[in-house]
């Protein structure tokens, strides 16, 4: 199939973007691994990828996530679980994975899983403001699950101690996550950026809007983030919550034939009437149509 690539308002370089693909591809399948290993996965060690079947003990599953654990093992041999929270109270699952390039670089991964339950959907729905600082507020939801028992706290200080056991190597960071994990992941990667001069990559599938609009602006004004969101044409999810709630990051539009780029958020795209397709928010969709790329 052909599939075309559109810059809109702002052209990139090819070069980037086609690095872009590849690795939201390499980034999508790491968010899916996380949400097969959501609550049944036991980390006690560093765990490489590739031996992860053995820790899950629901069969079904393992075949299910048989072609994703096979892909990862084919871009990134060496990947590993470094880190993998299951919070009981909030029903927060993230994982931090890192892939050794070579002896001097290493790429971290901090990966949230998306919406899957019905405490989900309770945070989701807490769609009220919270004041982080100034005028700049977030979903009261997202920064509860974030904060409620400790979570953020948590993948900060076990990323603090990766990135310090690796000082030596030039550290990528990635911050990701699908759907609600995509929400946390933009609110986890912003708060952490606030606190460190390295470099951040947030890449999120799906995910709905995060803060206000001096949310927006105070994220987007920040010099050691780089965010795309990549959304599904008629992801539904991608409209909410609507008033008064701003996107953020360059927003990357897949379609069935062709991919978009643009720099700012289109307002008039964002209504149920042109973007009302639950079923364009499934990992499946996204996948399907960056494997095009």
Sequence with gaps: MYYNIQYTMDKNNDESNKLLFKNSKEILEYVIFTYSCSKKLNIKDITKISDVTKNITNVKKQTEYKENFETINNFAPNAQINYFISDKITDLQAS??????????????????????????????????????????????????????????????????????????????????????????????????????????????????????????NFNSMKNIKMYRIENDKDIITTMPFFKYYHVGTQVILYDNKICVNKTEQIDNYTIFHKNNVGEHRCAVYKKRLSFA
Excluded: M
Excluded at 108 to 132: N, W
Excluded at 149 to 155: C, F, L, P, V
């Design 96 to 217: 931090i994975i890192t892939n050794e390039i070579n002896i001097k670089t290493l790429d971290i991964y901090v990966v949230f899983r998306g919406s899957e339950s019905f405490f989900d959907l309770i945070y989701d729905i807490q769609t009220i403001k919270i004041v982080l600082r100034d005028n700049i507020k977030v979903h009261n939801g997202f920064h509860k699950q974030l904060f409620l028992n400790g979570a953020y706290q948590k993948i900060h200080d076990e990323l603090n101690k990766i990135l310090e056991t690796n000082k030596n190597k030039h550290c990528n960071i990635h911050i990701t996550g699908h759907s609600l994990g995509g929400s946390l992941a933009i609110l986890f990667g912003y708060l952490y950026a606030t606190e460190t001069n390295k470099n951040i990559t947030i890449v999120t599938f799906a995910s709905p809007r995060v803060g206000n609009i001096d949310f927006q602006k």
